[in-house]
């Protein structure tokens, strides 16, 4: 979803700034957005996101980040040795970490549908 968001990176700027700590804000998971706020706030510039040319490690993970999705949004796919979005600590199988995008074995398995059960038997009811 946030792949081909028009406003992502400024979403991703209000979130920096502003230490929001929970959701997906520009494609990011809390520990991505975590790691990239202990670089901006040991930038050089630490209360600006957009500096033209800067070669600081923050610019480097935040480019690496968008080139992540651009790849995303035209392939469908993650590019080749990209780490997970979700972030640290995601409960893979878990129905948030799904719908977020995640392809591993155990989010895949949990997609599929369990086998139906029987319905309940009242307690009221006979055997």
């Given at each position: ?33 975590r790691h990239l706020r202990a670089l901006l706030v040991a930038s050089p510039h630490p209360e600006r ?74 307690e009221g009811e006979a055997s």
């Amino acid at each position: 979803m946030c792949a081909a968001c028009p406003v992502r990176q400024d979403c991703m700027q209000d979130a920096l700034l502003d230490v929001v700590e929970d959701g997906i804000w520009g494609g990011a998971g809390e520990g991505l957005r975590r790691h990239l706020r202990a670089l901006l706030v040991a930038s050089p510039h630490p209360e600006r996101i957009f500096v033209p040319g800067c070669r600081c490690p923050f610019h480097k993970a935040w480019r690496e980040h968008w080139a992540r999705l651009d790849t995303l949004r035209r392939t469908g796919r993650r590019a080749e040795g990209q780490v997970n979005f979700n972030g640290r600590g995601a409960t893979h199988g878990k129905a948030s970490t799904r719908a977020r995008g995640c392809t591993c074995a155990l989010c895949k398995a949990a997609r599929k549908k369990p086998p139906a059960s029987s319905a309940p038997i009242n307690e009221g009811e006979a055997s």
